[in-house]
């Protein structure tokens, strides 16, 4: 069962990972993307991290992808009319070189992990719960789960400096 | 694994034998009615809720309202249902076709789901042949509020791509509009719970619902139940006000303002993907009613014990106050709607979050 969920999940975010790519209008591909997000959301359910899920599904799927789709309304981007791109030699040496480079990493990463599902170390009573992952981020990781606020706060204040163009 | 063959190929048994059905199929057709019992009350409310709103408004009004067809015009909500079941299904030849017809079941199935997690009653005993008593909630997992959210979140889609798939100035200007508004009215929203969340420690809804069962003595005289519409009521404001905002509710109805937009995001549907999106609106309130319940208003809790008449109770009152905004406040200005959302609600929420937390920390201390 477990399995065959698995095996779904990831076939719909792996199909929908592509068509984000080669959809030829902007509002499909996010769309694409958000099936995406929702397929690896239910991957995080089947790994019992359901606080991650959650938010996945509601700072993702729910706030961050309907900003991209807000965007992509307020710029009226048409719809793209070249079917592939320009058969530029240099382009699809650079994509290919690019793809075994990523395929190499992959097949490192696979054969030296392992060869074959392993059951690793059982989960702890509680794994994935709010309560788990709250008290991790303020013990355990306390440093790191603060410094990403500090950066997002800094992000904020250069968005509006970037945005203002005189301050009072 | 119980598989859909084994289900269908026991049915005589069901019938049959009561004390020997598998315990695992059981709770499969326990869960089966639970669902089909809630979706149906949904629905009928959602279809109910358009003759309560009419009846109200023209009560408030002094009008009559819908009243030829059944006694109180009680049938209106039928011969509207039919009548919209065999309009003509437009299509605009200049529609995006695909997300067209996505648009509205995105819309509808958010606002149906949420109830999933929604405790709605205590508990059925078991009738001596159930191996265990009935709860009455759908499931009860740990990030409950987290999956309220994260799911209302996804309501605004159903809007903003029927506003871009109609191809018309109108719709776009209603979807931008409502995705804006969503958003902003969102943070407030998530952000009023947090006091309640500190209070109980969970984000189980069955669990926020037990935080606020028994009485407390207000001056020694009058007793108030421990509902945390008391101890949180700012928290209770802002939450109602933002769930106005997110069903597109008057005061806050610019989506679909009918005085400048035609009908907003929806001037081109017609027939029964418009009766969805009216579905969805109806929902969307019923559940957002039923969230404040849960959070607020004691979910089912209640006297003489926990049962779904006070649940449906305490919804419907404030459906009436939904309905009753509606007939007394005029819409805001779209300035004004992101200037209260961002420069007065959400402040006022975060100054009650920190103010609680202080609180909740100096009584358990």
Same mark, same amino acid.
């Given at each position: 069962?477990?399995?065959?969920?698995?095996?779904?999940?990831?076939? &719909? !975010?792996?199909?929908?990972?592509?068509? &984000?790519?080669?959809?030829? /209008?902007?509002?499909?591909? !996010?769309?694409?993307? @958000? @099936?995406?997000?929702?397929?690896? !959301?239910?991957?995080?359910?089947?790994? /019992?991290? /359901?606080? &991650?899920?959650?938010?996945?599904?509601?700072?993702?799927?729910? !706030?961050?992808?309907?900003?991209?789709?807000?965007? @992509?309304?307020?710029?009226?981007?048409?719809?793209?009319?070249?079917?592939?791109?320009?058969?530029d030699l240099k382009r699809i040496l650079a994509a290919a070189l690019l793809s075994l480079v990523l395929l190499g990493e992959l097949v490192l990463v696979v054969g030296f992990r392992s060869a074959g599902p392993s059951a690793g170390p059982a989960l702890a009573p509680g794994f994935g719960t709010t309560e788990t992952v709250g008290r991790l981020l303020f013990t355990t990781f306390l440093f790191p789960f603060e410094i990403t606020s500090v950066i997002l706060l800094v992000a904020i204040v250069g968005a509006m400096v970037l945005a203002k163009k005189h301050f009072d | 694994m119980t598989s859909w063959g084994v289900i269908l190929g026991h049915w005589d048994l069901v019938l049959g034998d009561w004390a020997s059905m598998p315990e695992m199929l059981e709770t499969l057709i326990i869960m089966v009615v639970k669902v089909g019992v809630v979706f149906a009350t949904l629905l009928l409310v959602a279809a109910y809720m358009t003759w309560i709103e009419r009846k109200v408004i023209a009560d408030i009004q002094v009008r009559v309202g819908p009243s030829r067809v059944g006694p109180y015009g009680l049938l209106q909500p039928i011969a509207d249902g039919i009548k919209l079941f065999f309009k003509e299904d437009l299509m605009p030849g200049h529609v995006d076709r695909a997300l067209f017809l996505l648009a509205p079941a995105l819309s509808v199935v958010p606002a149906m789901i949420v109830f999933a997690v929604i405790p709605f009653g205590g508990t059925i005993p078991a009738f001596g042949?159930?191996?265990?008593?009935?709860?009455?909630?759908?499931?009860?997992?740990?990030v409950g509020v987290l999956y309220v959210f994260s799911v209302t979140s996804l309501g605004v889609y159903g809007i903003v791509l029927a506003g871009w798939a109609s191809n018309n100035k109108y719709s776009l200007l209603g979807g931008l509009r409502a995705s804006a508004q969503m958003i902003s009215y969102e943070l407030s929203m998530s952000l009023s719970v947090v006091g309640v969340l500190i209070l109980v420690g969970s984000l189980r809804l069955t669990e926020i619902v037990k935080a606020q069962a028994g009485f407390s003595w207000w001056m020694g005289i009058l007793p108030v139940p421990n509902w945390f519409v008391f101890s949180q009521p700012i928290g209770f404001l802002i939450f109602f006000t933002c769930a106005l905002a997110e069903t597109n509710r008057a005061p806050f109805d610019l989506p679909e303002a009918e005085t400048e937009l035609v009908a907003g995001f929806h001037s081109e549907y017609s027939s029964m993907k418009f009766a969805m999106f009216f579905m969805a609106e109806y929902a969307n309130m019923a559940t957002a009613s039923a969230v404040a319940t849960s959070l607020f208003l004691g979910g089912p809790l209640g006297p003489f014990g926990s049962s779904p008449v006070w649940f449906v109770g305490k919804v419907f009152v404030l459906l009436f106050v939904f309905i009753w905004f509606r007939a007394s406040l005029p819409r805001f200005r779209y300035d004004q709607l992101m200037t209260f959302g961002w420069k007065r609600l959400l402040p006022l929420a975060l100054a009650n979050m920190v103010f609680t937390a202080i609180l909740a920390v100096l009584w358990v201390r």
């Open positions: 069962m477990e399995l065959v969920l698995f095996v779904g999940l990831a076939a &719909v !975010a792996a199909v929908s990972g592509l068509l &984000v790519v080669v959809q030829r /209008h902007a509002l499909y591909s !996010a769309m694409f993307l @958000i @099936i995406n997000m929702g397929s690896l !959301a239910g991957l995080y359910v089947l790994l /019992h991290a /359901h606080f &991650v899920w959650a938010v996945q599904v509601l700072v993702y799927a729910g !706030a961050i992808m309907v900003l991209f789709l807000f965007v @992509i309304m307020l710029l009226n981007l048409p719809r793209e009319e070249v079917r592939w791109a320009s058969r | 042949f159930l191996s265990k008593p009935i709860p009455l909630y759908l499931s009860d997992i740990d």
